[in-house]
């Protein structure tokens, strides 16, 4: 194998080393054959071009357009023209999948299902990846920056997974990263003569260690002990380190007890999109509890408030985290003069239900689980820290049901500064339409309250809106006027849009994110299902704290604070706990209630369905179709490419002509010339047969603007045609490649970058090749005619001599 095929090689295992960091993310992980299998096409592209050769360029091109076609035969095939070919209906379908995809991954946690967006986005990553490997490494000959894609790979892949396993996906990479520079060495010291092994190279060592004789398999020795020894410190060394307490979710991660509190949760989104949990047709079981409430109407389980709104979306703001203290501290904003009844819930996640965020009744006050989880106290929520999720957890809560009366939220006094501010905060994107809305909805009321009870009326029963899941999402300003316009949406816009209007007029307010109650079971648990995903704005009120509102029309439930029976001035009796929690329920939701009825009628539930099921994942296209597709697309590229294959096939073939008679050199010479004059025509110099070779050579030097030794080339190679062509002895002309090389050089030098762009992949001269195709079918015909005749005269012949005897 060349040294460039070996540097080609090993820049497609170090790609696909570093994607193996990918693999924990998505469930299943089949997707890493498709992306091997079209990287090896997108390295054999590169590796045949490079054999041509092509303009470095050129090169990176061809495989980027190889790389084009294949995921358009994958993931577009149905818009694509030929189901290979992009046009704007495939582009489309691309971009769509690629803002899917990116939903996708904000909204489903580790490992995700394989869906076709996120299957795209990871093959085309690794495609990107594998590219500008390659390109680095192989085409342009510098391997050392090639790691900093590998890295981007790969830190990317860790940062996001953060699994125990990251250790391995290190060593994957890092070692893809030495071969490649390995190979890189072993190229360059092939370059200064040939490597001998043997015998010969392994008669002693000297002091430093390096082999007697200075044979050169010493350094690539030194170069692997080297490389494997930073490898090994590279593993050792972090781990010998205390670790540093930043990050996303730094900290020690305890959930209790001594610990290092700090660290900061980022702006994060869990809400990326709800409208698929929505409209799921398989309503998956996602957790199980059991509650001594005595109306369990308003437990909702709460996983994260969005508190922030750039104009673009709702997402929760930066906050500090710390560890989980024994006992919660006291909601913010609530007065000891409201009603409160402490509720206790036992709850149980599903198997497969895994996210970062802890769902938890509003407000919790204490929270009894195992793991590595943190608090935020701003938001009172608990979330997941180095790899920790809900999958398969048992916890118990204690909450407080907050009754207040709406006496004392009409009489709540407004809140503080800070706080007012920070959640009435707008986006000055946003439309005056909002505004507008929001002071015509509430005209008449006297109080945050009334203001706050009249646009939950309005959206829910009397402003003429619809529920609708299968409206386009959408959470930033445009999203929420188009909603007001339309009236047709799902608890996100509802939600979001109240939360908007509410700041406009100056009430602090967010968006919370979680599930409702869920329904009954007859066993005394609540099961909670993909169907019951939900958002609802929380607003705050001096004394009473941050309060839950339902504008969602046949979701959830209105609170009864809201309600206008509700007129009681005094506090509520709280009801009395019961003295012992409620048992635990299964560790896992039972088969019953995860199986449709049609299935447990067939009694083929199976024991997926008891143990929490397994997420549906896109299997994938088939391989076989992924094959034939590839093939397809190799096939077109070549067809593509045939002009500039014949080109290139020509010029090796006149440049290499052999023999030592005379009639062997005067074929060089004039292969040498049909050469010159065919590329003086690829850069746009037309031929003409009619002139003499030296008039031709005056041509080529005018219009090509040659100068010094590249004009006094093309008139010695013309001399020599003219001694060829006319001499009864023509002498023998040396250097005739050379000069043909140097020619071609001065007319690429001196032409656009478009003629030389033309001249590479669709030289003119190739047009020889339809010439030549007619000249040999007429010929054919020709024959075929006179073959025809003969038969005629030999038929007519045959025929003369039987008329005679008649």
Same mark, same amino acid.
């Given at each position: ?89 495939? +582009?489309?379908?691309? &971009?769509?999948? !690629?803002?899917? *995809? ?82 890189? &060495?072993?190229?360059?010291?092939? /370059?200064?003569?040939?490597?001998? %092994? ?51 979710? %730094? *900290? ?8 290092? &509190? ?17 409209? /799921? ?61 402490? @509720?206790?819930? =036992? ?7 895994? /996210? =970062? ?39 118990? +809560?204690?909450?407080?049901?907050? /009754? ?24 000055? $994107? ?13 005209? &008449? ?51 979001? $849009? ?135 697309? @190799?096939? +077109?590229? !070549? ?63 005018? @219009? ?69 195709? $007619? ?32």
């Amino acid at each position: 194998m060349s040294g460039r095929g070996r540097l080609a090689l090993c820049a497609y295992i170090a790609t696909m080393l570093a994607a193996c960091a990918l693999l924990p993310l998505v469930d299943p992980v089949s997707w890493i054959v498709q992306a091997a299998l079209v990287l090896a096409v997108q390295s054999g592209v590169g590796a045949l071009t490079r054999r041509v050769p092509l303009a470095r360029p050129m090169t990176v091109a061809a495989q980027a357009v190889t790389a084009l076609l294949i995921l358009t035969l994958i993931f577009a095939r149905g818009q694509a023209f030929g189901g290979i070919v992009p046009g704007p209906e495939a +582009v489309e379908h691309l &971009g769509a999948l !690629l803002r899917r *995809g990116g939903d996708d991954i904000g909204r489903f946690a580790i490992p995700a299902p394989a869906t076709e967006s996120i299957r795209l986005i990871l093959i085309g990553g690794v495609l990107l990846i594998g590219l500008l490997v390659d390109a680095l490494a192989v085409t342009y000959r510098s391997a050392a920056p090639a790691g900093l894609p590998l890295l981007a790979l790969y830190s990317v892949a860790a940062g996001i997974a953060q699994s125990g396993a990251a250790w391995l996906w290190f060593v994957l990479a890092a070692s893809g990263y030495l071969l490649l520079l390995l190979a890189e &060495g072993k190229d360059r010291l092939a /370059q200064w003569g040939r490597v001998f %092994g043997g015998q010969a190279a392994r008669r002693g060592r000297n002091a430093m260690g390096f082999e007697a004789g200075g044979g050169p398999t010493a350094p690539a020795r030194t170069g692997r002990r080297i490389g494997a020894v930073a490898l090994g410190f590279a593993l050792v060394i972090p781990a010998a380190l205390p670790a540093l307490d930043t990050g996303l979710l %730094g *900290g020690t991660g305890a959930g209790k007890g001594p610990g290092g &509190g700090g660290g900061t949760i980022s702006a994060v989104n869990p809400l990326v999109s709800l409208q698929n949990s929505l409209t /799921q047709s398989d309503d998956r079981e996602v957790m199980r509890y059991r509650t001594n409430a005595s109306d369990t109407g308003g437990m909702y389980l709460r996983i994260v408030s969005l508190d922030e709104f750039d104009g673009t979306a709702w997402k929760s703001s930066e906050r500090r985290i710390g560890d989980v203290p024994e006992e919660l501290p006291r909601p913010a904003g609530l007065s000891p003069e409201v009603a409160t009844t402490e @509720v206790k819930t =036992n709850i149980s996640a599903a198997g497969w239900y895994a /996210q =970062n965020w802890l769902p938890l009744p509003y407000p919790a006050t204490k929270v009894d689980i195992k793991g590595r989880w943190r608090f935020e106290p701003a938001g009172r929520t608990l979330v997941g820290d180095r790899g920790q999720t809900t999958r398969g957890v048992q916890y118990g +809560v204690s909450s407080l049901l907050v /009754q207040p009366t709406a006496a004392q939220l009409a009489a709540a006094p407004q809140p503080t500064g800070a706080l007012l501010r920070e959640y009435t905060r707008v986006p000055d $994107s946003l439309p005056d339409v909002v505004k507008k809305t929001a002071e015509q909805v509430t005209a &008449g009321a006297t109080n945050d309250y009334e203001r706050a009870v009249k646009m939950q009326d309005w959206f829910a029963s009397d402003g003429g809106f619809t529920y609708d899941t299968q409206v386009q999402s959408g959470t930033g300003t445009s999203a929420i006027a188009r909603f007001l316009k339309q009236k047709q949406g799902f608890c996100v816009h509802f939600a979001f $849009s109240m939360a908007a209007m509410a700041r406009t007029l100056h009430i602090p307010a967010r968006v919370a994110v979680g599930f409702t109650p869920g329904t009954a079971q007859p066993d005394g648990t609540m099961s909670v299902g993909l169907r019951d995903a939900h958002a609802w704005p929380e607003l705050y009120f001096e004394g009473v704290g941050w309060t839950r509102f339902e504008p969602t029309p046949t979701r959830g439930s209105v609170p009864s604070y809201t309600r206008a029976d509700n007129s009681s001035d005094g506090p509520v009796a709280p009801a009395r706990p019961e003295a012992t929690t409620s048992a635990a329920p299964a560790a896992t939701p039972s088969a019953t209630a995860a199986c449709p009825p049609q299935m447990r009628k067939l009694n083929d539930c199976g024991a997926a369905a008891q143990g929490g099921g397994v997420p549906p994942v896109d299997q994938g296209t088939p391989l076989g179709p992924v094959v034939g597709g590839v093939l397809a697309a @190799v096939l +077109v590229v !070549l067809l593509l490419s045939l002009p500039m294959l014949w080109r290139t096939r020509a010029r090796s073939r006149r440049l290499g002509s052999g023999g030592r008679t005379p009639a062997d050199a005067a074929h060089r010479t004039l292969a040498a010339w049909r050469e010159i004059t065919d590329s003086a025509w690829d850069h746009g110099i037309t031929p003409d047969e009619s002139q003499t070779p030296r008039r031709t050579a005056a041509h080529i030097v005018r @219009v090509g603007e040659l100068t010094g030794r590249a004009a006094e080339a093309v008139h010695r190679v013309a001399g020599a045609v003219e001694q060829v062509l006319y001499a009864p002895l023509p002498g023998e002309v040396g250097g005739l490649t050379e000069d043909v090389r140097q020619i071609r050089a001065a007319l690429r030098a001196g032409a656009g970058w478009t003629t030389r762009l033309r001249a590479v992949l669709a030289p003119r001269s190739s047009v020889r090749v339809v010439w030549e195709i $007619s000249r040999r079918r007429e010929a054919s015909a020709g024959r075929w005619r006179e073959r025809r005749a003969g038969l005629g005269r030999w038929a007519a012949t045959v025929r003369r001599p039987a008329g005679r005897r008649g």
